[in-house]
C-alpha cells in the first residue's frame, strides 16, 4: 500500500498547469486587493525614515530594548534580530535586544536579570490594544518604571498599536507617550513589515531598506508573472494545495540547514497555521533544523506515515565558515580539508536524495546567504503564498475566529468587564 501511494506523491507538472485558468483569474483579484485585503503588498514601499530616525535615538539613548508582545506582534521582530543579527548580540552590541512574549514568570525574571531597567526602552506592541499577555506583563512593568523613574516614566516607553482605536492607544494619547501605526488593514502575522518588525529590527541594527528592497523585488516578479510555473508564491502555495488535498500531506515541515533561521519557521509556522487552518481545512506546519533533525525526524519523513511535504531552505554561502584540517587520522581523513558549511550543503543535498528515493515530496528554497535583502523576499515570498492558499481553499486568510475564541474566554476568566455570558460558556463545557 505504502509503495502505491510512494509512486503517485509527487507533484506533476500537468497537474500544476491544469490549475492555470484559476491562477490567472486570482492573480487579478490579489492585484484589484491590493488596497484593501493584500495591503500587505503595498508595506515594502513605505518611507521608513521615521522608524529609522526613531531607532537611530533609541540606539544612542539605551543599553537594552525590549519587544512585549505576542504572535504576529513578536514573532516577526524576533525572526529579523534572530536571523539577520550576528550570534550572541546581546553578548557584543548594544542596545541589547528581548522579547517578552509570555506571561511566564521565569521568563519575566530572566529578562530582568538582563537590563537596568532605567537605561531600557520597552516597545509594547499590540494592534488590538488588549492582548491579555502583553497588557499583564506590560503593567508589570509600567509600575516598576514609574517606582524607579516617577513622571520620566514615558521616555522608555514606545508604543506600536492601530492608529485609532483601543486601549493602548488612549493611554498613549492621555499620557503622550511615543506611538508608531500598525496599519488598520495589516493582520497581525502579516505585519512583520510594518512598524511592528521595523522598528524592533531597525534597533538592533538591520538594515530595514534593504529588507524592504527584497520584498518590493519579491513583488515585482509576483505581480507581472501570473504563470503559474513562474510565479513562486503560487507554486508554493499551488505545491503544498495538491500535496494536502490530493496526495493527503496533512503536514508542512519547513526544514533550514541554518540555525539562524529557526524563528523563520516559528514565524512560518504562524502564518500558515493561522491563516489557513480554517472550515476542517488546512496543513500543520511543522519545524525541523538541518542537519539535528536528521538523527530526530528523518526517519519518520521516509518511513512513517507518508502524511509531510518538505521544504528546505539552503542557504549558498555561509558568512562564517571553519576549515577542517588537512592532516586527520585515515580513519576519518574523508573529511580533510572540508569546511562546516559545505558538510552542511552536503548533508542537505543526501537527506533530500533519501526523501526522493522515498517518494517523499519536497521543495528546496536557496538563496545565497543570510542577508536583509533574501529575508525580505522570503516573507513576502510566503505571506503571498499564503493569502493565494486562501483563494484555493476557498477561506478567508486574515482572520483568526478560533484565537480570538480563546482570548475570550480568558478574558471571562480574568473577570473583563462584558464577557459575563463567556463565563456562563466557559461552566456550562466544564460541566461533567
Ligand atoms: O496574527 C494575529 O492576528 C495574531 O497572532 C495576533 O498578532 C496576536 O494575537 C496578538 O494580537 P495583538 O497584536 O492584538 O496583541
Redesign the pocket.
Known amino acids: 500500500m505504502a509503495e502505491v501511494i510512494g509512486e503517485r506523491d509527487g507533484i506533476l507538472r500537468e497537474e500544476l498547469l491544469s490549475f492555470r485558468h484559476f491562477v490567472v483569474e486570482t492573480h487579478s483579484l490579489i492585484q484589484k486587493e491590493k488596497n484593501r485585503k493584500f495591503y500587505f503588498c503595498r508595506l515594502p514601499y513605505q518611507n521608513v525614515s521615521h522608524i529609522k530616525e526613531y531607532a537611530g535615538y533609541i540606539r544612542d539613548r539605551f543599553e537594552s530594548f525590549v519587544v512585549i ?5 513578536s ?1 516577526g521582530a524576533r525572526m529579523l534580530f534572530e536571523s539577520l543579527t550576528e550570534t550572541n548580540h546581546n553578548l557584543k552590541k548594544k542596545p541589547k535586544i528581548f522579547f517578552l512574549e509570555n506571561v511566564d514568570p521565569e521568563k519575566f525574571k530572566s529578562v530582568l536579570e538582563q537590563i537596568d531597567i532605567k537605561n531600557t526602552c520597552f516597545n509594547v ?7 491579555v499577555e ?1 497588557i499583564a506583563n506590560f503593567s508589570v512593568i509600567l509600575s516598576m518604571l514609574k517606582k524607579e523613574l516617577g513622571d520620566n516614566y514615558r521616555e522608555n516607553l514606545v508604543f506600536t498599536t492601530d492608529p485609532e482605536k483601543g486601549f493602548l492607544r488612549k493611554l498613549g494619547n492621555q499620557e503622550k507617550i511615543k506611538m508608531f501605526d ?1 496599519p488598520p488593514l495589516v ?5 512583520v513589515l510594518s512598524p511592528v518588525g521595523l522598528l524592533p529590527a531597525a534597533v538592533a541594527g538591520i538594515d530595514i531598506e534593504e529588507l524592504l528592497a527584497g520584498a518590493k523585488k519579491m513583488d515585482l516578479v509576483c505581480s507581472i508573472e501570473e504563470h503559474v510555473e513562474h510565479n513562486p508564491a503560487y507554486l508554493i502555495a499551488l505545491s503544498h494545495y495538491i500535496a494536502n488535498m490530493r496526495r493527503g500531506k496533512t503536514i508542512s515541515v519547513m526544514m533550514p540547514y541554518s540555525e539562524k533561521l529557526s524563528s523563520f519557521v516559528d514565524w512560518y509556522r ?1 502564518l500558515w497555521a ?1 491563516s489557513l487552518g480554517k472550515d476542517g481545512l488546512g496543513q500543520t506546519p511543522v519545524k525541523a533544523i538541518g542537519t539535528v533533525d536528521q538523527h530526530s525526524q528523518i526517519q519518520l519523513y521516509r518511513e512513517g506515515i507518508r502524511d509531510k511535504i518538505i521544504t528546505f531552505l539552503h542557504i549558498e554561502k555561509s558568512d562564517v565558515d571553519y576549515k577542517i584540517p588537512e592532516e586527520l587520522p585515515e580513519d576519518i581523513s574523508y573529511l580533510s580539508g572540508h569546511s562546516l558549511h559545505e558538510i552542511l550543503s552536503k548533508e542537505l543535498l543526501g537527506t533530500k536524495a533519501a526523501l526522493i528515493k522515498s517518494k517523499v515530496p519536497n521543495i528546496t528554497i536557496s538563496i545565497d546567504r543570510i542577508s536583509s535583502y533574501n529575508i525580505g523576499m522570503l516573507i513576502y515570498l510566503y505571506e503571498l503564498a499564503t493569502g493565494f492558499s486562501g483563494y484555493l481553499y476557498k477561506i478567508n486568510p486574515f482572520d ?1 475566529p478560533a ?1 480570538e475564541e480563546g ?1 475570550n474566554f480568558t478574558y471571562a476568566l480574568m473577570g473583563r468587564e462584558g464577557y459575563q455570558e463567556k463565563l456562563e460558556e466557559f461552566k456550562e463545557l466544564y460541566k461533567e
Open positions: 508582545g505576542i504572535g504576529g506582534s514573532l506592541v499590540t494592534k488590538s490594544g488588549s492582548t502583553t500598525v493582520g497581525g502575522r502579516f505585519s504562524q493561522e483568526q484565537v482570548k
